[in-house]
């Protein structure tokens, strides 16, 4: 298990200090990042990572559906991505 968690459905005015203050209260949180497209703008998604694996996992089960800013966020263990072989 990791301690990074993914949180997707985040409203498009939500910014990574935002996601971070959230996060807080779960844990001792590392970083927390929205990720944006070329010009800025919000994806929708972002990462946030914790000092340890249970604050992580405690997310996930507090957090997961929770309502953040009017929506309804999913919360999961980030997944590692697989370089992609050209």
Request: proline residues 1%; hydrophobic residues 40%; charged residues 25%.
């Amino acid at each position: 298990m990791g301690r990074r968690v993914y949180v997707g459905n985040l409203g498009y005015s939500v910014n990574s200090d935002d996601l971070k203050q959230f996060f807080t209260g779960i844990g001792s949180v590392k970083y927390a990042r929205v990720m944006a497209d070329a010009a800025g703008n919000s994806r929708g998604f972002g990462f946030v990572e914790f000092l340890s694996e249970d604050d992580a996992q405690k997310a996930v089960s507090t957090m997961h559906r929770a309502d953040f800013k009017g929506r309804s966020i999913i919360v999961d263990i980030a997944k590692e991505r697989t370089p992609v072989v050209r």
